[in-house]
Nanobody, 122 residues
Framework: QVQLVESGGGLVQAGDSLRLSCAASGRTFSTYARGWFRQAPGKEREFVALITRSGGRTYYADSVKGRFTISRDNAKNTVYLQMNSLKPEDTAVYYC???????????????WGLGTQVTVSS
């Protein structure tokens, strides 16, 4: 089992930047990919970004491509989500998750953090 803890959320204005962190502990060697998802009030959880264990492959939702960057520091067992040019529609709870395969389906992720709130005001 992998334990995940997100941090870095907050209240910002449109156009600002934030960097989220996801620190992992436990059986981190057993996971192949780490992803970020988000869920806004009244909406389904949606995929945001994905990165492999090595960091050599990344993938983004169309809605964040060009604005968000996922990266990782394996020495710290931490994955980051750099969010630039934030928009009010980016407002959501952001979750970090770990999966054993390359996938963007939230049902395939076996470990989840508790989430961190990101609020973007217009």
């Amino acid at each position: 089992q992998v334990q995940l803890v997100e941090s870095g959320g907050g209240l910002v204005q449109a156009g600002d930047s934030l960097r989220l962190s996801c620190a992992a502990s436990g059986r981190t060697f057993s996971t192949y990919a780490r992803g970020w998802f988000r869920q806004a009030p009244g909406k389904e959880r949606e995929f945001v970004a994905l990165i492999t264990r090595s960091g050599g492959r990344t993938y983004y939702a169309d809605s964040v491509k060009g604005r968000f960057t996922i990266s990782r520091d394996n020495a710290k067992n931490t994955v980051y989500l750099q969010m630039n040019s934030l928009k009010p529609e980016d407002t959501a709870v952001y979750y970090c998750a770990a999966a054993d395969i390359w996938t963007t389906s939230w049902g395939d992720f076996s470990s989840w953090g508790l989430g961190t709130q990101v609020t973007v005001s217009s």
